[in-house]
């Protein structure tokens, strides 16, 4: 039989050593491919955090929350390892793409949510914003498209800001791929390294009226390339200034991403007519 202070002394060595070794995995750099334990229940706690403080947020702010105040949310060590996992360069994960800043875009259009699809697959777009050159450009193009083939695309997705992308990085970390940072980075952007949070070159996901955006609900990116929407689009959309950013096997390390089509001309010429140009 272990004499007591003998058992004393082995509980707090098992103690320290736990201790010392959460301490050690808290210090190392995050792994690109599978995060240590300790990393992955901060990437935990940072996610639970930033979701309770957006639904605790009102709806139409949800999407351009503020970069600082979810950061202050956080507690030292969450906080330090979150600023650590976005100090990270996404090239060394495989992402390829510019970086487009950290601004907050002015000017943004609000774009009431609306409901999609039918049954069991309805679902709602949440409300969005665009800055106020591409949304009309969009508004053009769909009464273009309606003409021609009498349907429309929604905004699934619009500006995001910093904020929102962060909150959406550790989400799918969690969530979709398993606290791997390379696999992740191939699905979602960092913080400034997104066209959805470009203050003048902003992407739009689209979803059409049954509810198709080509991710959802076991969806595929084929889902969406069948769409007779997206055939009009690779034919028509550049006459709107609308680009498919993400083509299969693109330049940038990204998934191909056939509803994602992001703005690039001149904002004055599309701004043409408006009263009020801020
Ligand atoms: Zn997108």
Request: negative net charge; hydrophobic residues 35%; glycine residues 8%.
């Amino acid at each position: 039989m272990v004499k007591p202070f003998r058992l004393a002394y082995i509980i707090t060595g098992v103690i320290l050593l736990v201790v010392f070794s959460t301490a050690v995995l808290y210090k190392l750099q995050p792994a690109l491919y599978s995060l240590n334990p300790v990393h992955s229940y901060l990437a935990f706690r940072v996610y639970n955090k930033w979701s309770s403080f957006i639904y605790d947020i009102p709806e139409e702010k949800r999407s351009i929350v503020n970069y600082d105040e979810l950061m202050n949310s956080l507690n030292f060590a969450e906080r330090e390892f979150a600023e650590r996992i976005f100090s990270i360069d996404p090239k060394t994960l495989g992402f390829k793409g510019p970086f487009f800043g950290r601004d907050k875009a002015d000017n943004l259009v609000m774009i009431p949510s609306r409901f999609v699809g039918e049954g069991k697959g309805k679902t709602e777009t949440g409300i969005q914003y665009c800055p106020k050159h591409s949304y009309r450009d969009y508004e053009r193009m769909m009464n273009a498209m309606h003409a021609a083939i009498g349907k429309r695309l929604y905004i699934d997705s619009g500006y995001r800001s910093p904020g929102r992308q962060a909150y959406l990085f550790f989400y799918y970390l969690v969530h979709s791929n398993d606290y791997n940072l390379t696999e992740n980075a191939k699905w979602i952007a960092m913080p400034g390294y997104s066209e959805h949070g470009s203050p003048k070159n902003n992407a739009i996901d689209f979803v059409s009226g049954g509810g198709i955006n080509g991710f959802s609900d076991g969806q595929t990116a084929e889902d969406f390339e069948e769409l007779e929407e997206f055939a009009w689009l690779m034919k028509n959309a550049k006459s709107f200034n609308f680009y498919l950013t993400y083509p299969p096997d693109n330049p940038y390390g990204v998934a191909y991403e056939p509803w994602h089509w992001h703005w690039e001309g001149d904002v004055l010429e599309s701004l043409k007519g408006e009263t009020t140009i801020h």
